[in-house]
């Protein structure tokens, strides 16, 4: 009899869940319509179904529990999502009681990104490390931070919000109230936006702009020089604060590595003199993330096998 | 037969030892010159004869072990001063087995603004809590973080430097070879560089400027909205990074709170969203350290203790 866990990355359109085992073996995987239009109930109707599918086609096996990735702020001892932009069904809703009533079985709930940081120490880039902070280039910059192999989740479980630092004291508006946020300056967003202020075309992506920027257009490139600058500052503060052994970071951008890379490098070796001085004696490391959209869906299912004490 | 243990706070000119006992209480102390022009040897006398002196003034008790507070970077697993820009006779030592050979007894090394953050957790304003960071405000600005209850040493030791983040894309150069760090604009060195900025007077220090702002000097009370600023927006990112529930602030400075919290506090408000979502909820701590100059002295001796499991 074999123990598996159930992990759900929930997002404001879609969902994913799926059964993994102890090692981390991927065993079965659904998707499907989070149905947030249909309010609270809907969704947790869309996930228990999927949860137990995935439970009933492993008869024999035992379930651990299952986690599922919320895009929000949760108060995790309680199980209480207190905000969450993309699903604002569910703010203020004992979503982890509630999932448990209906499945008769444990459920954790944890922050997306923070799931994702800690499926990257589970199984992807951090497996060799018990310390690292992941930073998500998106629509915003979403971020995670593992110490001694746990989330951190700060008293209100608001920890990691790193998109959400100033890079630059008079930088871009950010809806936060802020200005400079690091998200303004170095998200996919930041990218389009860039290429914007530089007219380099209607409507663009940020992938539009890397296709620019590789067929030689210097003012694309030098949007990816800007955005690797302001994420350099980000990251330099980061080792300043944790001097954490690896850094990583994962999204669409990412392939625009060799673009805002060599920027991102010069400025961490300027700001930061603990990147300096490691380097002789066992180098920071600054990577891509491995395991791309399925960190969060790992990160959750690992959650039970944490809990339990049987994970690593 | 009581137990009790032994905290030194080393620094580059004198050095404090204290014998505490395990609920806190300051049972005997001694201090004295570091003799650090007489080398390694003579720091390591030095601070063995204040250990030998108080333990054996308490025959019958039972010594949990010693800590010593360094002013450096330390890897704590194998107990050796990578580098101490004040004592730099300690560079590349293995001061621990040094120290315990010569004492026949356990002794835990700890970087010295780490083992006043420690101190306040223990006995001073962060006893309430398990996670927490200060921030000392000096001739640099040092930094500990304590998370559950434990110092963040990173993997190199070099956690929590957080003097050297940088507020101000194009701010003061600093030594480090940064330019804008946080200790360059709200250090006490920063509040009479400032000053000398605004011809304030010659030769001023921290001390002089708070005296002219509190006698109605624009100038002088304008630097101290400069420094409240800058310390704001560390602050502010510290408190996105971390959503802990307490930051500590200690030092000289700290005598001109009226002068410089509402500039921090405006800045905070603006740049953490952290900080205005928690405050309906339950709001984060701002506030003056406790133990002044004798939390490192505290910090060092609760090592010990804390690592027989028996502190708290």
Redesign the interface.
């Known amino acids: 009899m074999a123990l598996f866990s159930i992990g759900v990355d929930l997002g404001g359109t879609n969902f994913r869940a799926a059964a993994i085992g102890q090692d981390g073996s991927l065993l079965d995987k659904i998707s499907g319509s989070t149905n947030s239009a249909g309010g609270r109930d809907a969704i947790v109707d869309s996930i228990v179904n999927a949860v137990v599918t995935l439970r009933d086609r492993r008869t024999g096996d035992q379930l651990a529990g299952t986690g599922i990735a919320v895009p929000g ?1 949760i108060l995790i001892e309680e199980g209480l999502v ?2 969450s932009p993309n699903l604002p069904a569910l703010d203020n809703f004992r979503a982890r009681d509630a999932f448990e009533e209906r499945l008769k079985a444990t459920v954790i709930l944890e922050n997306d990104a923070n799931a994702a940081a800690l499926g990257e120490k589970w199984m992807g880039a951090g497996r060799d ?1 018990n ?1 690292l902070v992941l930073l998500t280039l998106g629509t915003g910059i979403g971020g995670g ?1 593992i ?2 192999g746990k989330v ?11 998109g ?6 008079n930088g871009n508006p950010c809806g ?3 200005s400079g946020c690091l998200e303004k300056h170095a998200s996919a967003t930041a990218i389009a936006t860039m290429a914007r202020h530089l007219s380099l075309g209607d409507n663009l992506s940020s992938e539009d702009v890397y296709k620019l920027a590789m067929q030689g257009n210097a003012g694309a490139q030098r949007v990816f020089e800007c955005m690797g600058q302001a994420l350099g ?1 980000g990251l ?3 080792i ?6 690896l850094y990583l970071l994962s999204g669409g951008p990412l392939a625009a590595w060799d673009l805002f890379a060599p920027a991102m490098f010069r400025e961490i070796e ?5 990147y ?3 380097r002789n ?2 180098p920071t490391r600054i990577e891509k993330a491995l395991l791309g959209g399925d960190a969060g869906l790992f990160g959750a299912a690992y959650l039970p096998f944490q809990a339990m004490g049987s994970g690593a």
Chains 1, 2 share one sequence.
């Open positions: 702020f207190l905000g490390v310390d931070i110490s001694d951190v989740h700060g008293y209100l479980g608001m920890a990691a919000e790193l959400h630092m100033t890079v630059d004291l936060c109230g802020n500052l330099a503060t980061y300043q604060v944790f001097n954490f052994p300027r700001r930061s003199f603990n300096r001085a490691c004696i066992k």
